[in-house]
């Protein structure tokens, strides 16, 4: 039977309300804040115990597994509330953090065994920087109201931890965690290997964080608030903002489609030659792009298409900036470290690609024709470069699922 897997942002709020219909003494749905277009953020909670866990899903547009997962752990809760008994804590999930970007990404439902990633790409949104709501603006900036949302829920909240359940199209999982917890690392990178999901040797992202290899990110001793992202912005982030609460926040990253080769530590033989070729992947194609799309993407477009046009433009600019954090590297040495940035050299341009094509759909189809051959092209060349191997959603969310719990579980003393 083939169904679809993922469920948008409303589906989100009426299967939250059939869990609490069904389990009305242990789950309750709260309306914490609003959008920027006004649509509610909500809140299922679980339990009553005095210590607290928030998980956030939908930080991101492009990732709507987080929310499945959120679903599935509160389904295991109502079945089983001695899981909350044991950890002595309530227990909350915030369903969707950008339900804005999430109506704007909605319309791939990926059909188990056979999803499409040029399918994906047809419906693909990820907001610019500054529309997500996980960063925080450096001072005076204002934060986006659902930001601020989570700021206030985080400090009211106080939790013992926070877990942002992320995921990407394509490539390995990893973790990042704001301070090292003892066992924590083993047991994801066990649930990884027993899930079948290849985990990350040297992910691309925190570059400024602590490697512990394969696939575990660790906040370094004295690092400030400010984290260099690799797009070349320096923000504060709602990552690090419950510090101050003793709060662990674990970042859970998991791939949509598999990508074997993140996980391989077999030497390269010409480092220097692996290195100059990721920028000529990112380089070369987003010039490509640049000729195609000349001032398109400079000029307004319908209000409703106006964050994908601001997304691919913002993209395209921080190309270079992307390939000289890459050379400014300590040179990798194993084939593992250039999967992840070969994947990342060319994941850039097909996002740009894709939504540009969105936000012209209605100005210009001669474009957006050329365009949509290029998101076509594209994905054929990564599945058949990287092996793409699609990740049942059942592991996608199980990896969200049993690393919170394992995770919960170390941090609250609880029992197996």
């Given at each position: ?29 709260s309306?914490?804040g609003e959008?920027?277009?006004g ?7 679980a339990?009553?115990?005095e210590r ?12 709507p ?18 899981l909350?008994?044991?950890l002595?804590?309530?227990?909350h999930?915030?369903?969707c ?9 909605h319309?791939w439902?990926p ?17 610019a920087?500054?529309r ?17 949302a ?15 359940l ?6 390995g999982?990893f ?13 994801f ?6 899930l ?18 394969p ?19 320096v ?14 926040t ?29 920028g ?15 001032t ?5 477009v ?10 691919a433009?913002e ?32 994941r850039?341009?097909l ?10 759909a ?8 050329i365009?949509?051959?290029?998101v ?21 969310t ?6 919170m ?12």
């Amino acid at each position: 039977m083939r169904t679809s897997l993922y469920p948008g942002v409303d589906e989100l709020e009426r299967r939250a309300r059939t869990l609490v219909r069904a389990a009305p003494g242990l789950l309750r749905l709260s309306r914490v804040g609003e959008s920027r277009a006004g649509r509610p953020l909500w809140l299922l909670s679980a339990g009553r115990g005095e210590r607290h866990i928030l998980a956030v899903a939908g930080a991101h547009a492009n990732e709507p597994v987080g929310g499945a997962s959120a679903l599935r752990l509160a389904a295991l809760f109502a079945r089983r509330p001695q899981l909350l008994e044991t950890l002595g804590c309530t227990w909350h999930f915030l369903l969707c953090l950008d339900p804005d970007g999430a109506h704007l990404a909605h319309g791939w439902q990926p059909e188990e065994p056979e999803p499409s990633l040029t399918e994906c790409h047809r419906y693909f949104y990820r907001p610019a920087f500054a529309r997500q709501p996980e960063s925080l603006p450096v001072p005076p900036g204002k934060p986006l109201p659902e930001s601020a949302a989570l700021v206030r829920l985080l400090d009211e909240l106080r939790p013992v931890a926070q877990f942002t359940l992320h995921g990407i199209e394509f490539g390995g999982a990893f973790v990042m965690m704001t301070r090292e917890v003892p066992g924590a690392a083993d047991a994801f990178r066990e649930t990884a290997a027993h899930l079948r999901v290849p985990v990350d040797r040297d992910p691309v992202d925190g570059p400024d964080w602590r490697l512990d290899p394969p696939g575990v990110l660790v906040l370094p001793d004295g690092h400030d608030e400010g984290e260099r992202d690799p797009s070349g912005y320096v923000a504060e982030s709602t990552w690090f903002h419950p510090r101050r609460h003793g709060t662990l926040t674990t970042l859970i990253e998991a791939p949509a489609w598999a990508v074997p080769s993140v996980s391989d530590a077999r030497p390269v033989t010409d480092p220097d030659r692996a290195a100059a070729r990721l920028g000529e992947v990112l380089l070369g194609r987003t010039r490509e792009l640049a000729a195609v799309l000349g001032t398109r993407l400079d000029t307004a477009v319908a209000e409703d298409l106006a964050p994908l046009r601001v997304a691919a433009r913002e993209l395209l600019d921080v190309a270079p900036s992307i390939v000289a954090s890459w050379a400014a590297e300590e040179p990798g040495r194993f084939r593992g470290h250039f999967a992840s940035r070969g994947i990342s050299a060319r994941r850039i341009p097909l996002r740009v690609a894709a939504m540009a094509s969105r936000a012209l759909a209605r100005t210009d189809p001669r474009t957006v024709e050329i365009l949509d051959d290029l998101v076509r092209e594209w994905s054929q060349e990564l599945e058949k470069t990287y092996d793409l191997r699609w990740v049942p959603v059942a592991a996608q969310t199980g990896l969200h699922v049993r690393t919170m719990l394992t995770t919960a579980r170390l941090v609250c003393g609880g029992g197996g």
